[in-house]
């Protein structure tokens, strides 16, 4: 019963369905949550266009119980903490967008969302080649780790550029 009440949550009330639909529950389209660091351009490194500015791409929910840390930069070590900050409407940073908002949440409605969010794991098909399970969420994690670095030494500037 917690997985379709979080399932009308996560259509209705939560409004995750607006950027997370479709077959693989992505709309592929960029965002600005309204999160995470001042110094990472996001969408911006590539387009150069200031409406893309901490625009990251709506990832896939699908067998997202096994991609955890979660967020582009690897700050919400759970679904809970991600739920949290998504129910905080982001902050107030520019160039949000108009579909992060703040979202009330009782405590059983976050569990219910939860465990909608598990149903959309595949455990035959991560049983079948776990190896490949595994490969992908380290090198998911070691690319975070490598920009982490590369804007630590100075590598990027703060609009993303690279310094030669």
């Known amino acids: 019963m917690q997985e379709k009440n979080g399932l009308v949550l996560f259509i209705g009330k939560a ?10 529950f992505t709309d592929n389209k960029f965002q600005n949550l309204g999160t995470g660091s001042e110094d990472d ?18 990832p896939s929910l ?5 991609h955890a840390p979660y967020l582009h930069d690897g700050s919400a070590g759970t679904l ?15 160039g ?14 976050k569990r219910d ?14 049983a079948a080649n776990p190896s490949n399970w595994k490969s992908e ?5 070691a690319l975070r780790i490598h920009r982490e ?5 100075g590598q990027y500037t703060s609009s993303g550029a690279t310094i030669r």
């Open 62 to 66: 699908r067998n997202i119980a096994q």
């Open 41 to 58: 351009p996001g969408r911006y490194w590539v387009t150069h266009s200031e409406q893309d500015l901490g625009a990251f791409k709506t």
């Open 137 to 141: 969420t380290q090198s998911l994690r």
């Open 149 to 153: 670095s590369a804007r630590c030494v």
């Open 96 to 109: 949000k967008s108009r579909f992060m908002m703040k979202i009330r949440r009782t405590p059983q409605e």
């Open 80 to 94: 809970e903490t991600v739920i949290d900050e998504y129910g905080r409407g982001g902050d107030g940073k520019p």
């Open 15 to 24: 409004r995750c369905a607006w950027c997370h639909n479709g077959p693989n």
């Open 113 to 126: 969302l939860v465990s909608f969010l598990k149903t959309l794991t595949d455990a035959s098909a991560i």
